[in-house]
């Protein structure tokens, strides 16, 4: 099920395609997705196939176009 969550949501044909570059709050979104991803590898990264492990590098390369707010 993770699976394919990680395909839909990195899927700008998806009904479920998430907002990775439109205002500041993906900035936070997609880091919470990537501190999954790296704490749990085995299960949620590895699993991926390839066409699903690009997507989901291009949603996070989307981020860098935000500028973060000065604070912690």
Do not use: G, S, Y
Request: aromatic fraction near 6%.
């Amino acid at each position: 099920m993770a699976q394919k969550c990680h395909d839909n949501t990195t899927n700008p044909e998806a009904a479920d395609f998430m907002n990775f570059n439109i205002d500041k709050q993906p900035l936070v979104d997609a880091a919470f997705f990537a501190q999954a991803l790296l704490r749990v590898l085995k299960q949620l990264w590895h699993p991926l196939n390839e066409a699903t492990k690009e997507k989901v590098i291009k949603v996070l390369k989307a981020t860098r176009v935000i500028k973060p707010h000065e604070n912690n």
